[in-house]
Nanobody, 115 residues
């Protein structure tokens, strides 16, 4: 079973930047859409950004203009560049990938933004 592995989380001060990466645990067929979700303590998991197989992107309103999603389809990797981070961005960030009717999730990476 293919797993997704996230990296790049950590602690950063408000206004700083982090770059999250996600890659499959082994070589696998190309994914369709790839997403980043996040879940803050006591809150539901929410979609942050999505990138389609064709490269079209979507962003949740609160991150527009600050976050950027990109992918390398040949390597099946997805990156979330997060700039101008705010304390309210603190959450566990999860990578998700889809292929046909299959959905794959990563284990999550903690992002903490201090004020």
């Amino acid at each position: 079973q293919v797993q997704l592995v996230e990296s790049g989380g950590g602690l950063v001060q408000a206004g700083g930047s982090l770059r999250l990466s996600c890659a499959p645990s082994r070589s696998t067929a190309r994914f369709d859409a790839m997403d980043w979700y996040r879940q803050a303590p006591g809150k539901q998991r929410e979609l942050v950004a999505r990138i389609s197989a064709g490269g079209s992107s979507y962003y949740e309103d609160s991150v527009k203009g600050r976050f950027s999603i990109s992918r390398d389809s040949a390597k099946n990797t997805v990156v979330l560049q997060m700039n101008s981070l705010k304390p309210e961005d603190t959450a566990v960030y999860y990578c998700k990938a889809e292929r046909s009717e299959n959905i794959y999730w990563g284990q999550g990476t903690q992002v903490t933004v201090s004020s």
